[in-house]
């Protein structure tokens, strides 16, 4: 909140398209997330990246890419791949401080498959 | 990752009730936090606990971390409409990010 934004808000998805979710964030925080909610269930980690050009894999990164050209910006690509896309897809950062880990969170962006 | 299980999964209150929702970790963990996430909102960060058996209170609501920080709890007192929302813990953090908890949907019957 506050300092991390994403868009589109909603975005519709024909099968077989590949999109791609934008977040940027103006905290000047080293860490940025990508999670996936599903209806009543908790969030999922898609991807994280500790520093630019640098990213890992999280719990579910299969049919998702993403890129870290900038500090600010952490965008993420649905492919083709990803056989049940349609989520709810929220994009968090943080300071890499071993005292406060506090992740913030953007608005998200709400994806649904045709 | 560290993993933690949050139950219960729904609860329902008439307003004025008191509610509790419970964090659990098979193993020890180094922190606990809590987000709050109101219907078609987004998480906000509550509170995070670092020392075993830390207790903290934010008005209504008070915030424990077990003594073998295997667990942890959120019980609001006297809930309000605005107490809607689910209720996430997460642990872990730092470089390789949180594990959350499934969250618990608290649903308050005026």
């Known amino acids: 909140d506050g300092g991390i934004t994403q868009s589109p808000k909603y975005l519709f998805r024909k099968e077989g398209q590949n999109v791609t979710l934008s977040c940027e964030q103006n905290?000047?925080?080293?860490?940025m997330y990508w999670y996936r909610q599903d209806p009543g269930q908790g969030l999922r980690l898609i991807y994280y990246s500790q520093i630019v050009n640098d990213f890992q894999k999280g719990d579910i990164a299969e049919g998702y890419s993403v890129s870290r050209e900038k500090k600010e910006s952490f965008p993420l690509t649905v492919t083709s791949a990803q056989k049940n896309p349609t989520a709810f897809y929220l994009c968090?950062?943080?300071?890499?401080?071993?005292?406060?880990?506090?992740?913030?969170f953007g608005p998200g962006t709400r994806l649904t498959v045709l | 990752g560290q993993q933690v299980m949050q139950i219960p999964q729904y609860q329902h209150v008439q307003e004025g009730e008191d509610f509790t929702t419970y964090c659990n970790s098979s193993?020890?963990?180094?922190?606990i936090q809590w987000y709050k996430q109101r219907p078609g909102g987004h998480p906000v960060f509550l509170i995070q606990l670092v020392k075993s058996g830390e207790v903290k209170k934010q008005k209504r609501l008070t915030f424990q971390f077990g003594e073998a920080k295997k667990n942890s709890s959120l019980h609001i007192t006297a809930t309000q409409t605005t107490d809607v929302g689910t209720y996430f813990c997460?642990?872990?953090?730092?470089?390789?990010?949180?594990?959350f908890g499934k969250g618990t949907h608290l649903i308050i019957q005026p």
């Open positions: 905290l000047n925080h080293d860490a």
């Open positions: 997460a642990a872990g953090g730092g470089a390789d990010g949180l594990t």
């Open positions: 968090a950062s943080s300071r890499l401080d071993s005292r406060t880990d506090t992740q913030y």
């Open positions: 193993t020890t963990l180094s922190n």
